[in-house]
């Protein structure tokens, strides 16, 4: 991945999160994708892994249900050989990694990952 691409890519996610714009976001990932987050474990029980890009629709939908004022700022963008780490700030402040391994322009595998102890990282609701 160039840093060119990247940029691309960090800018319409971003833009995407933030107009919870469900069908723009989903549109960068594989239909097989598998994303692996704690949020996910609290929103959905289980361990935590998504499989699948209607999978990752319906906890994504969740989360934004349960999260409406959910509102991402990039601190910084990492670029690998073909992984992309999005470091960014969330609507309550916390710091988020997610780290995206890309199979061409797609995302195929994904993992949220938190900074700290909260108990509630994305400020869902019940």
Known sequence: MDPVDAR???????????????????????????????VAAQLLGGDGVIRGKEALRAYWSEGLRRIPDLRFEV???????????????????????????????????GYGTYLGDDENPAGATR
């Open 8 to 38: 691309k890519f960090v800018d319409g996610w971003l833009a995407a999160w933030n107009a919870h714009d469900l069908d723009a976001l989903l549109a960068h990932f594989a239909d097989d994708v598998t994303f692996r987050s704690p």
């Open 75 to 109: 601190v910084g963008t990492y670029v690998g050989v073909d992984c992309l780490v999005v470091n960014y700030r969330n609507q309550k402040g916390g710091l988020v990694n997610e780290v995206l391994i890309f199979a061409g322009p797609l995302v195929v595998d």
